[in-house]
C-alpha cells in the first residue's frame, strides 16, 4: 500500500470512518470538514442541514478554465451482523485491510460514500494536483432520502460541470437513474388479552442488498415472509394470535432479517415441526438466489393482537407491491420497483415503510397510489417522503465524452454507459440546476448496504488516476 497514489484517499477515509455518519447523525463528520477547509483556508458553506460546500481557487496554470464540481455524501447505511456488538452512534468503524480487499469488523464500511469524501478530501488538501478551480458539494441524509440534495442551495454553486463518485462498479458511467420516494403506512392494531404460551419465530440468514442494485435478483424480503409464514401456520393452528411483528433495519435495503411473536395452545414441539416445513418450503423457493433459515424460542407476552388486526396486517404484507414492478425491454433493467424495507411495531399500530423506484414519473405516481389504497383498504393511512425525481439521460454531454476519452486511454477498451434503477442526488440537482453536465463514477464496492460491504483498493487507485487525469482535462493542462 505505501506506493499507492490514492494514498491520501485512503487516509481521510480511515479518518471520517473514525467519526459516526449515520444517516440523521451527520453533525460531527459535517464540521470535522469544515473546520479542516477552514484550517486550510478554503471557503467554506455549512448550511442548516449540515451540507457542506468547500471552493478551492484553481492550480497555477488552470485560473481560466470553467469551474468543476466533485460531489457525493457524507452519511452511511448503518448495518451489522446479529452477533457484533456495535453502537454506530458511538463507535467508530474499523477499517480492515486484507490484501486488495477493504472491510470492517461486521459491519458495513461506509466507503458508499465515504469514498467520494475521501477523494473530495484530498483533492482539496493536496497542492500537487493540476485542477480547474473545484466546488466541493458534500451532502447528508441521502442513505434515507436525498435530504441534503433537496436543501442545498443551487445559487451557492457555479460549477456547470459536476462528477457524482457514487457509483459502485469500475468502468461503469452512469449517466441517469430512478426516481425514488419513502412510503409510511400506519396500521391501526387493537389489543386482546393474551393467557396462551408465547414464542418468538425469527426468519434471518437473507442475503439483503441495496434495493435499487440488488433488486433484480428476487432475493427474499424477510418482512414478506415473516408474516406469510403466520398465514401458513394460521392454516395448521386454529387459535395461533400474532402479538408483534417487526423487521428490516432501513427502508432502501432488502431487509435480511424478521420476527414476530405469536401465542399458541398448541406444543412447543408441534410448532417447531411446523415451521420446519415452513423453512424448508422457504429454502426451495430461494435455492438459486438466496439462504433463509427460521427459528422459534419461548418468550412471554400477556396481551395480543385482535383476529382483525392480525388479517389487516398479513393482507397488507401479502398484497403490497414487492420487487421488480415493471421493465425497460431494450435496456434490460428495471423501470419500476419497490422495496418493502422496514416493519416496526408501535404502541397503536405497526408501521411499513417501503422505498419506491421509477425512472418514470407517471409510474412512480401509480404506484404511490396503489399502496395508499391497499394502506386505506387495510384500515390505515400512507404519508410519502424524501420524494427525488429521476435523472434523465442526455443525448449529448461533453464531460462524458472526456470520460470515455480519458477511460480509453488509461484501459484501452470503452467503459459501459448506462442509466440504473438506483437513486442519485444527480436527479434533484439536476431539477435545480437543469443546464448542469453530469456523470456518475465510482471504484468496485461489493454488497453495499450490508455487513459483508467490501472495497477494491487497486480498484480506488484506478478511479483515483481517472478522476486526475480528467481534472488534468478539463483544467486545460492535457491534449
Same mark, same amino acid.
Given at each position: 500500500?505505501?506506493?499507492?497514489?490514492?494514498?491520501?484517499?485512503?487516509?481521510?477515509?480511515?479518518?471520517?470512518?473514525?467519526?459516526?455518519?449515520?444517516?440523521?447523525?451527520?453533525?460531527?463528520?459535517?464540521?470535522?470538514?469544515?473546520?479542516?477547509?477552514?484550517?486550510?483556508?478554503?471557503?467554506?458553506?455549512?448550511?442548516?442541514?449540515?451540507?457542506?460546500?468547500?471552493?478551492?481557487?484553481?492550480?497555477?496554470?488552470?485560473?481560466?478554465?470553467?469551474?468543476?464540481?466533485?460531489?457525493?455524501?457524507?452519511?452511511?447505511?448503518?448495518?451489522?451482523?446479529?452477533?457484533?456488538?456495535?453502537?454506530?452512534?458511538?463507535?467508530?468503524?474499523?477499517?480492515?485491510?486484507?490484501?486488495?480487499?477493504?472491510?470492517?469488523?461486521?459491519?458495513?464500511?461506509?466507503?458508499?460514500?465515504?469514498?467520494?469524501?475521501?477523494?473530495?478530501?484530498?483533492?482539496?488538501?493536496?497542492?500537487?494536483?493540476?485542477?480547474?478551480?473545484?466546488?466541493?458539494?458534500?451532502?447528508?441524509?441521502?442513505?434515507?432520502?436525498?435530504?441534503?440534495?433537496?436543501?442545498?442551495?443551487?445559487?451557492?454553486?457555479?460549477?456547470?460541470?459536476?462528477?457524482?463518485?457514487?457509483?459502485?462498479?469500475?468502468?461503469?458511467?452512469?449517466?441517469?437513474?430512478?426516481?425514488?420516494?419513502?412510503?409510511?403506512?400506519?396500521?391501526?392494531?387493537?389489543?386482546?388479552?393474551?393467557?396462551?404460551?408465547?414464542?418468538?419465530?425469527?426468519?434471518?440468514?437473507?442475503?439483503?442488498?441495496?434495493?435499487?442494485?440488488?433488486?433484480?435478483? /428476487?432475493?427474499?424480503?424477510?418482512? &414478506?415472509?415473516?408474516?406469510?409464514? !403466520? $398465514?401458513?401456520?394460521? @392454516? +395448521?393452528? *386454529? =387459535?395461533?394470535?400474532?402479538?408483534?411483528?417487526?423487521?428490516?433495519?432501513?427502508?432502501?435495503?432488502?431487509?435480511?432479517?424478521?420476527?414476530?411473536?405469536?401465542?399458541?395452545?398448541?406444543?412447543?414441539? /408441534?410448532?417447531?415441526?411446523?415451521? &420446519?416445513?415452513?423453512?424448508?418450503? !422457504? $429454502?426451495?423457493?430461494? @435455492? +438459486?438466489? *438466496? =439462504?433463509?433459515?427460521?427459528?422459534?424460542?419461548?418468550?412471554?407476552?400477556?396481551?395480543?393482537?385482535?383476529?382483525?388486526?392480525?388479517?389487516?396486517?398479513?393482507?397488507?404484507?401479502?398484497?403490497?407491491?414487492?420487487?421488480?414492478?415493471?421493465?425497460?425491454?431494450?435496456?434490460?433493467?428495471?423501470?419500476?420497483?419497490?422495496?418493502?424495507?422496514?416493519?416496526?411495531?408501535?404502541?397503536?399500530?405497526?408501521?411499513?415503510?417501503?422505498?419506491?423506484?421509477?425512472?418514470?414519473?407517471?409510474?412512480?405516481?401509480?404506484?404511490?397510489?396503489?399502496?395508499?389504497?391497499?394502506?386505506?383498504?387495510?384500515?390505515?393511512?400512507?404519508?410519502?417522503?424524501?420524494?427525488?425525481?429521476?435523472?434523465?439521460?442526455?443525448?449529448?454531454?461533453?464531460?462524458?465524452?472526456?470520460?470515455?476519452?480519458?477511460?480509453?486511454?488509461?484501459?484501452?477498451?470503452?467503459?459501459?454507459?448506462?442509466?440504473?434503477?438506483?437513486?442519485?442526488?444527480?436527479?434533484?440537482?439536476?431539477?435545480?440546476?437543469?443546464?448542469?453536465?453530469?456523470?456518475?463514477?465510482?471504484?468496485?464496492?461489493?454488497?453495499?448496504?450490508?455487513?459483508?460491504?467490501?472495497?477494491?483498493?487497486?480498484?480506488?487507485?484506478?478511479?483515483?488516476?481517472?478522476?486526475?487525469?480528467?481534472?488534468?482535462?478539463?483544467?486545460?493542462?492535457?491534449?
Amino acid at each position: 500500500m505505501q506506493n499507492l497514489k490514492c494514498k491520501s484517499v485512503l487516509h481521510y477515509f480511515e479518518q471520517i470512518n473514525k467519526i459516526p455518519r449515520g444517516s440523521g447523525n451527520e453533525e460531527a463528520v459535517s464540521a470535522y470538514i469544515a473546520e479542516l477547509a477552514k484550517k486550510n483556508a478554503l471557503l467554506v458553506h455549512r448550511d442548516k442541514a449540515n451540507n457542506v460546500i468547500i471552493k478551492k481557487p484553481a492550480s497555477k496554470g488552470c485560473e481560466n478554465a470553467p469551474a468543476v464540481c466533485i460531489q457525493g455524501h457524507m452519511d452511511m447505511v448503518c448495518e451489522k451482523r446479529d452477533d457484533v456488538v456495535h453502537d454506530f452512534t458511538k463507535d467508530p468503524i474499523k477499517v480492515i485491510y486484507d490484501g486488495n480487499i477493504m472491510h470492517a469488523d461486521g459491519t458495513t464500511l461506509g466507503a458508499d460514500d465515504g469514498i467520494a469524501v475521501a477523494m473530495a478530501l484530498a483533492l482539496l488538501f493536496d497542492s500537487d494536483i493540476p485542477h480547474p478551480p473545484l466546488e466541493v458539494l458534500l451532502t447528508t441524509d441521502e442513505e434515507v432520502g436525498m435530504l441534503g440534495a433537496a436543501a442545498f442551495d443551487p445559487k451557492l454553486i457555479s460549477s456547470r460541470t459536476l462528477i457524482n463518485i457514487d457509483s459502485e462498479q469500475e468502468g461503469v458511467f452512469t449517466v441517469g437513474c430512478a426516481g425514488g420516494v419513502k412510503l409510511h403506512s400506519l396500521i391501526p392494531v387493537n389489543y386482546v388479552k393474551n393467557s396462551a404460551p408465547a414464542y418468538k419465530i425469527s426468519i434471518g440468514g437473507l442475503l439483503g442488498g441495496h434495493s435499487g442494485i440488488e433488486i433484480h435478483k /428476487e432475493r427474499g424480503n424477510a418482512n &414478506k415472509l415473516i408474516l406469510r409464514l !403466520f $398465514k401458513m401456520l394460521c @392454516a +395448521d393452528f *386454529d =387459535d395461533l394470535a400474532l402479538a408483534g411483528v417487526c423487521g428490516g433495519a432501513k427502508d432502501n435495503v432488502i431487509p435480511r432479517s424478521a420476527s414476530m411473536t405469536v401465542a399458541c395452545t398448541a406444543p412447543f414441539d /408441534e410448532l417447531s415441526e411446523h415451521i &420446519k416445513i415452513a423453512e424448508d418450503v !422457504f $429454502k426451495k423457493e430461494l @435455492a +438459486d438466489k *438466496d =439462504d433463509i433459515f427460521v427459528k422459534i424460542e419461548k418468550t412471554e407476552t400477556d396481551r395480543v393482537f385482535d383476529s382483525d388486526t392480525a388479517k389487516r396486517l398479513t393482507a397488507f404484507a401479502a398484497l403490497v407491491p414487492n420487487g421488480v414492478q415493471s421493465r425497460y425491454i431494450t435496456l434490460d433493467m428495471p423501470e419500476s420497483s419497490n422495496n418493502l424495507g422496514v416493519i416496526k411495531q408501535h404502541e397503536d399500530c405497526v408501521e411499513f415503510v417501503c422505498a419506491l423506484r421509477s425512472g418514470t414519473a407517471s409510474l412512480k405516481g401509480e404506484l404511490t397510489d396503489a399502496i395508499r389504497q391497499l394502506t386505506a383498504l387495510c384500515g390505515g393511512t400512507m404519508t410519502a417522503a424524501g420524494d427525488y425525481p429521476a435523472w434523465e439521460y442526455r443525448p449529448h454531454s461533453a464531460l462524458r465524452e472526456i470520460f470515455i476519452s480519458e477511460y480509453k486511454k488509461m484501459y484501452g477498451s470503452d467503459p459501459v454507459v448506462e442509466t440504473v434503477h438506483a437513486g442519485l442526488e444527480c436527479g434533484l440537482i439536476g431539477e435545480k440546476i437543469p443546464d448542469m453536465d453530469m456523470i456518475s463514477l465510482g471504484p468496485d464496492l461489493y454488497d453495499i448496504h450490508t455487513p459483508d460491504e467490501r472495497a477494491d483498493i487497486a480498484s480506488i487507485e484506478r478511479t483515483w488516476q481517472l478522476l486526475l487525469n480528467v481534472l488534468q482535462q478539463l483544467s486545460g493542462e492535457r491534449t
